[in-house]
């Protein structure tokens, strides 16, 4: 039983060779699929990704168009130094106003984020040991004439502001004028009115010049001095009409009484005979000029009563 025939040990050897033989064939064949993808890969790969590559989206441009302006200018003030000061653009015709500081002895400034409009440019000093508080400057029709002694149209110069541009040269050199006084936190933007003063006689008396806001019927004034020549009166927008009335030696009302009528314009000579009395109209952050209650020479009853 030990001793096995040579033969059938070859036989036995034969057969495991076979079974090795076919092993390896059937593992040839089944690499080969692979072999033919991985040969053909390239071609294949790439037209996967071409065909799948997603389309760009547009994106939206991060830097949008500005939708407001700038306004830049140059400061002066009539001394050896510039005060720190407060300056401010009213936009025109409305409660809006937009304001930057700037500081001892600056000599420019710039006003961004402003809405399209028009724009009145005011400075007003913030005070200090040198300065008041409150002297106030603008950009005026004096400032774009020289500042020359013939210049004396003081208005305000409307400063027009378009989206994405700069106003340049909005120079702030006209001080000691009238202007609109400087908003208040939480109170609404206010006008005001200047004229001169005069008096049928070698003297002008202390008056008291009343505003009569057509609207509502409210009265705003303000009393002037013996030989006060020239007044200013901050006021709410709104329509009026303007009287002087002569104050006695004791500061009271008395019943002489000019008024800014439209014999005032006329040249109130013998031969201006309509004393109606004007309309004056006054916007928020705007001074209107030459309000002159000159008329004494109106017959009786031609104005209000004087206020209480």
């Known amino acids: 039983m030990k001793n096995f025939p040579i033969t059938f040990i070859f036989l036995v050897f034969f057969v495991l060779v076979l079974v090795a033989c076919q092993a390896q064939g059937d593992a040839s064949i089944q690499s080969s699929p692979t072999s033919i993808m991985a040969s053909s890969s390239p071609t294949l790969t790439q037209n996967a990704v071409s ?7 547009p994106v939206p441009s991060s830097n949008p168009l500005p ?33 930057v500081d700037t500081e001892l002895n600056q000599t420019s400034y710039q006003l961004d984020g402003l809405p399209e409009g028009e724009y009145h440019v005011v400075a007003y000093t913030s005070g200090s040991d040198s300065f008041p508080a409150g002297l106030s400057g603008g950009y005026t029709q004096a400032v774009l004439c020289g500042m020359q002694e013939t210049c004396t149209d003081h208005s ?25 006084p400087m908003p208040q936190a939480g109170q609404p933007v206010q006008g005001a009115i200047t004229g001169r003063l005069s008096y049928p ?24 001095q013996m030989n006060q020549g020239q007044y200013t009166l901050s006021l709410p927008a709104g329509t009026y009409h ?19 009528t439209q014999a005032v314009p006329c040249g109130l000579s013998v031969d201006c005979t309509n004393h109606d009395l004007i309309d004056v109209v006054v916007e928020q952050g705007s001074v209107t000029y030459a309000v002159n209650p000159g008329d004494f020479y109106a017959p009786e009853g031609a104005f209000p009563p004087p206020p209480e």
């Open 51 to 57: 065909t799948t590559e997603p389309t760009p989206t």
């Open 67 to 99: 939708q407001t302006g700038i306004i830049t200018g140059d400061i002066g003030y009539p001394s050896e130094s510039v005060p720190a000061m407060h300056i401010v653009a009213f936009l025109f015709g409305t409660d809006t106003y937009y304001t």
């Open 156 to 180: 305000l110069v409307d400063v027009k502001v378009s989206a994405g541009q700069t106003t340049k040269n909005v120079n702030i050199f006209g001080w000691l004028v009238p202007l609109p």
């Open 201 to 224: 006689s070698e003297f002008i008396p202390p008056e008291r010049v009343v505003a009569f806001r057509l609207e509502d019927g409210e009265t705003y004034g303000i009393d002037t």
């Open 242 to 260: 303007v009287v002087a009335y002569v104050r006695d030696n004791e500061g009271k009302l008395t019943g002489y009484a000019g008024g800014y």
